[in-house]
């Protein structure tokens, strides 16, 4: 079983639409949470960072993080086509220098 | 602010010639420095890090090596390249000044091995 499990996808949504994206991990000592997105031929941009669980928003995007389920959650509201990248999760444990990433999301709005 | 420079940005190397991709960061002192390479569908793929000038951690026992001659300043090298060391090869830095801050990329280097 991989550390962190993220849906390669892709997913297709309507333009408008609110996006829902996933991972799922399986050490519990993981206490640092990141969200990056990433356009073709690229490096992945920093979208949203947050500590232990709870939420986090940033204009149209929302972070959430429930530590009990292992899971957390990056919501888009009001997708544009320009949010079509793919969007990698990324965790660490206190105390390590190692970030876990997922395999990302590819993600496509259309028009 | 900070930033972080990589080039080349594109490279084709024939197989068996030395390799050399160089990364450096703008705007902070001491930052944790990282390697990694990604895969279509494989993720990122820790290669190395350093938390220090000439202190390097490898995380894949590989044909590749990397060194840190300067604080801000990290450098990916091969001797002799194989067809496996293809791929998208990315930099990468985080503060040290508190534990768990985010990583920085950046634009990263798609090297082709003919």
């Known amino acids: 079983q991989k550390e962190v499990e993220q849906d390669p996808g892709p997913l297709s949504v309507p333009e408008g639409a609110i996006v829902s994206l996933n991972c799922t991990y399986s050490n519990s000592a993981f206490q640092y949470f990141m969200w990056y997105r990433q356009y073709s031929r690229k490096g992945p941009e920093l979208l949203m960072y947050?500590?232990?669980?709870g939420n986090k928003e940033d204009g149209r995007f929302t972070a959430q993080v429930d530590k009990s389920s292992k899971y957390i959650s990056l919501f888009i509201r009001d997708s544009q086509p320009s949010d079509s990248a793919t969007y990698l999760c990324?965790?660490?444990?206190?105390?390590?220098?190692?970030?876990?990433f997922g395999t990302g999301t590819r993600l496509k709005v259309l028009a | 602010s900070q930033t972080i420079h990589q080039w080349p940005a594109t490279l084709v190397q024939p197989v068996g010639s030395p390799l050399s991709l160089e990364c450096t960061v703008e705007?902070?002192?001491?930052?944790?420095l990282y390697w990694y390479r990604q895969a279509a569908g494989r993720g990122l793929q820790l290669l190395f890090y350093s938390v220090g000038i000439g202190q390097i951690s490898s995380e894949v026992p590989q044909n590749l090596s990397a060194s840190r001659p300067q604080d801000r300043q990290f450098i990916l090298s091969s001797k002799k390249l194989l067809l496996s060391d293809s791929g998208f090869y990315l930099c990468?830095?985080?503060?040290?000044?508190?534990?768990?801050?985010?990583?920085?990329f950046g634009d990263g280097t798609r090297l082709s091995i003919l």
């Open positions: 947050t500590y232990s669980s």
């Open positions: 705007g902070t002192s001491n930052p944790n």
């Open positions: 990468a830095w985080s503060s040290q000044n508190r534990g768990g801050q985010p990583q920085h």
């Open positions: 990324a965790m660490m444990a206190s105390g390590t220098y190692k970030y876990i």
